[in-house]
């Protein structure tokens, strides 16, 4: 039989929900195409192949043959009815976790779109896949309004304390596991907290890569001094072929 289109994943590739959506269709066998998103720019592109003309639009988005799919949940859901059989774990379970995670992840965004505001190289790094080095500092501006946007966008959801509180019940969710896991096997939940630490010590592969200006943004050198532990246990899952995906950086000895 001849294979049907590919369902297409839209993201940006640094970010810890589209790494959500793809770790989940990977471990999953979805096969799927990935494009990147370019926030403002890619947005009239993304609304016509949504059909959505109004309202606030975000990725990943998976756009398959007969139906679109928002949100890195969805996604994850969607994945998981895919293979069948369960291997992403009980996502009534696994919900709570995950809403720690995105209330960290909203807190990460908010302090790495921050951060990049107040740095010119940062602002110039963000151009880099788009434009050639001479023409980054007189365009600076496009890139400073694109961050205020997403600034705006999402500062509702900002919730203080809420990177910490998350990193805290992942250790102590660890501890309390005889698996290794969050749960008895690999699932959501683990997938859905390890991205956090990408916004203390990112380790995905991205693509184009992090300039030193940007990936200090995603840094918190005395968070991930504090929780040492688990980006070990990030280290370990990304080590593993059983539990590892695309973005994972090859562990070297
Ligand atoms: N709850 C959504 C959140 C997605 C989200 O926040 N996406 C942001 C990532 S920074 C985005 O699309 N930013 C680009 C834009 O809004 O233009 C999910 O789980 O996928």
Redesign the pocket.
Known sequence: MKPGPAALLV??SF????Q??RWALEYCGLPFAYRE?T??L??PWLRWRMRQWSG??????LLPPAQVV??????ARHADAHAGDGRLGDFAAIAAWNELS?AA??EI?TRVVRGVLASPTALDEALAGLLPAPLRPPLRVVARD?AR??DR??RH?LVPGALRRALERLRDGLARSSSGYLFERFGYADIAMAVVLEGIAPLARIEPPLGPASRQCWSDPHLAREFGDLLDWRASLAHSPATSYSQLLPVTA
Do not use: D
């Open positions: 993201g940006e970010s810890p929900w589209t959500k959506a998103y926030p403002t890619s947005e606030a639009v975000s990725v990943p988005v928002r949100g890195s949940w969805s996604i995105e992840l909203a965004r694109a946007r997403l966008k999402y959801l």
